[in-house]
């Protein structure tokens, strides 16, 4: 047995910390909830654990940098990382200097961008869901993704981070510009139109 | 300081009169009015014939039953939105005119707000919740942050009321059908695959609606397929719901509309508040339909905190959204 610690437990799932074949790695275990029966328990269980690691393979084959998965155990809802070192960005950001935002904001726009040239949706991309290690930004919680090739949800995709970074990072809100700026690198399919669909959903004036 | 409120935002029309003192509730009188159609949805039109008809009858027995000369009422409220266009006007006419031949200050409210601020006005504990809103029309969660109170999460396409009379109906099931689909439900607990629609904090009930008509259609147990869609819907609400306890760290959970009378909706959110350790509340039920004294009581929590309004500030909004409210009483 190897000790484990839990070091975050959120809405759905426990972040556990142990070691397998010597790496350092995390266990994502996906909650059971009481609330809902077993029928329904176990089949969302199964299918959000399959699905996030059959995105954050088809991410890595995008070039994105995603933890190495050593396991996945579907029935138990169980996916086995490599534990990324560094700092979540959502730590960091307040603390750089204005010239390493910048290229931040570029690097993360870039990511994005070739997500989304795979069609990949993140679901969540906020500054939690990113830790640098090395220089590189590593793309954590796939959870909420899906494969998907319409503008509409390429623009959810990113006005999901831009209103994440309004509330946590209120200060720079306007950074978000330079992400737009990166993304325009890669993603090079339609970015005009995506780039219209966020002031579309700016207008309809949702909050998250 | 004594509120009358005029609550018409859909099929119902609703008095009610609350004395407030400081920052809490009593309810002199609720009395609530419901159109029912002899067949199909709601008809805006129709619905607000029905509330010309028995509003000033519903007004007198208000204040009838509150023992309250007309006299006293210091304040009156009504609801100014979001809901059908022709019951809006209605309630905010009757608002006007009473307002004027009593001479007594007017205040237009957020239906969806005093959804909130009831819960909090009559239960004292309850002081920072998430609302987890369910109505025929509206399915929403609601919370405080940053100085108003947002939406969280709701339906993409109906409301999770209407997803239930639309079942009904199609069934020919008397409206509304959600107490009917609660009796059924409780025969089986067999459980039939349905579509779960949850995206972040977001969901979905059309696919889930087809499917169970589809189920009807193909003579599957009615009672196998009213559990099955309750649980499928109501465990989707408490996942919404418990995402944005988690996303805006509040320990309190309340339930508000029509569908917070569903005990199994209660169970479901009562089982995951105290997973978390949170809270769970929910008011009696004539204040979580709509009603009159919700909208009396945010009236008199709004004046309290020193909004004013004339007529030509009340104006009806169909579309008046949670977050266009200033939130000034709260910090
Ligand atoms: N592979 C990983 N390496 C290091 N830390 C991680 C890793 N995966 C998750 N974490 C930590 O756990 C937290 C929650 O994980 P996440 O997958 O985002 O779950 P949730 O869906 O609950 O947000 C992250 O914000 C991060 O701090
Ligand atoms: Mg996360």
Same mark, same amino acid.
């Given at each position: 047995m190897t000790e484990e610690n839990s070091i975050y437990q959120g809405a759905e799932a426990k972040i556990i910390k142990t070691m397998c074949l010597g790496?350092?790695?995390?266990?994502?275990? =996906? $909650? *059971?909830?009481?609330?809902? /029966?077993? &029928?329904?328990?176990? !089949? %969302?269980?199964?299918?959000?654990?399959?699905?996030?690691?059959?995105?954050?393979?088809?991410?890595?084959?995008?070039?994105v940098c995603?933890?190495?998965?050593?396991?996945?155990?579907?029935?138990?809802?169980?996916?086995?990382?490599?534990?990324?070192?560094?700092?979540?960005?959502?730590?960091?950001?307040?603390?750089?200097?204005?010239?390493? =935002? $910048? *290229?931040?904001?570029?690097? /993360?726009? &870039?990511?994005?961008? !070739? %997500?989304?040239?795979?069609?990949?949706?993140?679901?969540?991309?906020?500054?939690?869901?990113?830790?640098?290690?090395e220089g590189r930004i590593h793309f954590i919680d796939f959870g909420l993704g899906e494969i998907n090739h319409e503008v509409e949800a390429k623009g959810v995709d990113l006005h999901v981070l831009m209103e994440a970074m309004e509330s946590t990072h209120s200060r720079f809100a306007n950074e978000f510009k330079y992400v737009l700026e990166g993304y325009k690198r890669t993603y090079i399919k339609n970015p005009k139109e995506v780039e219209g669909k966020i002031q579309e959903i700016v207008q309809r004036g949702r909050y998250r | 300081m004594i509120t009358l409120g005029i609550e018409g935002t859909a099929h119902s029309i609703g008095i009610g009169i609350v004395k407030g003192r400081n920052d809490s509730c009593s309810v002199l009188s609720n009395m609530i009015r419901t159109y029912r159609p002899e067949k199909g949805g709601i008809h805006p039109r129709e619905a607000a014939n029905h509330h010309v008809t028995y509003i000033a009858e519903l007004i007198k027995e208000a204040l009838q039953q509150a023992h309250i000369p007309?006299?006293?009422?210091?304040?009156?409220?009504?609801?100014?939105?979001?809901?059908?266009?022709?019951?809006?006007?209605?309630?905010?006419?009757?608002?006007?005119?009473?307002?004027?031949?009593?001479?007594?200050?007017?205040?237009?409210?957020?239906?969806?707000?005093?959804?909130l601020e009831i819960g909090r006005g009559v239960l004292p504990e309850c002081t920072d919740?998430?609302?987890?809103?369910?109505?025929?029309?509206?399915?929403?969660?609601?919370?405080?942050?940053?100085?108003?109170?947002?939406?969280?999460?709701?339906?993409?396409?109906?409301?999770?009321?209407?997803?239930?009379?639309?079942f009904g109906r199609s069934l020919q099931m008397?409206?509304?059908?959600?107490?009917?689909?609660?009796?059924?439900?409780?025969?089986?607990?067999?459980?039939?695959?349905?579509?779960?629609?949850?995206?972040?904090?977001?969901?979905?009930?059309?696919?889930?609606?087809?499917?169970?008509?589809?189920?009807?259609?193909n003579n599957k147990p009615l009672g196998d397929i009213c559990y099955s869609l309750q649980e499928t819907a109501f465990a989707a609400l408490t996942e919404i719901t418990e995402r944005a306890m988690a996303h805006t760290e509040k320990q309190q959970v309340?339930?508000?509309?029509?569908?917070?009378?569903?005990?199994?909706?209660?169970?479901?959110?009562?089982?995951?508040?105290?997973?978390?350790?949170?809270?769970?509340?929910?008011?009696e039920k004539s204040l979580c339909v709509?009603?009159?004294?919700?909208?009396?009581?945010?009236?008199?929590?709004?004046?309290?905190?020193?909004?004013?309004?004339?007529?030509?500030?009340?104006?009806?909004?169909?579309?008046?959204?949670?977050?266009?409210v200033e939130v000034i009483w709260r910090d």
């Open positions: 790496y350092p790695v995390v266990e994502k275990r =996906r $909650l *059971k909830k009481s609330y809902r /029966i077993q &029928e329904i328990d176990t !089949r %969302l269980i199964a299918s959000r654990t399959k699905e996030e690691a059959k995105l954050m393979a088809a991410a890595r084959k995008q070039g995603v933890p190495i998965i050593f396991d996945v155990d579907i029935q138990q809802g169980i996916i086995t990382m490599e534990y990324i070192e560094g700092n979540r960005i959502k730590d960091i950001y307040n603390t750089l200097s204005k010239q390493k =935002r $910048l *290229k931040l904001c570029r690097d /993360i726009g &870039e990511s994005i961008g !070739r %997500l989304h040239m795979g069609d990949i949706i993140h679901g969540d991309i906020t500054t939690s869901n990113m830790i640098v290690y | 007309a006299q006293d009422v210091d304040l009156i409220s009504f609801s100014q939105g979001p809901g059908l266009g022709p019951c809006l006007r209605t309630a905010a006419t009757a608002a006007r005119a009473l307002s004027l031949k009593l001479h007594k200050p007017i205040i237009g409210v957020n239906h969806c707000v005093a959804h919740p998430v609302l987890l809103y369910t109505s025929g029309a509206n399915t929403q969660v609601i919370a405080f942050a940053e100085g108003k109170y947002r939406v969280f999460g709701e339906t993409l396409d109906i409301g999770i009321g209407n997803c239930l009379d639309k008397p409206f509304p059908s959600g107490p009917r689909i609660e009796q059924l439900a409780k025969k089986s607990t067999n459980y039939l695959e349905l579509p779960y629609s949850v995206k972040g904090m977001d969901i979905a009930f059309s696919g889930l609606l087809t499917a169970a008509i589809h189920y009807h259609k309340l339930l508000g509309g029509g569908v917070a009378a569903n005990q199994r909706l209660r169970d479901m959110v009562s089982i995951m508040a105290n997973e978390r350790g949170a809270r769970f509340f929910v008011p709509d009603n009159g004294a919700m909208i009396a009581w945010l009236g008199y929590i709004m004046y309290q905190s020193g909004v004013r309004m004339e007529i030509d500030d009340t104006i009806i909004n169909q579309r008046f959204r949670t977050d266009q």
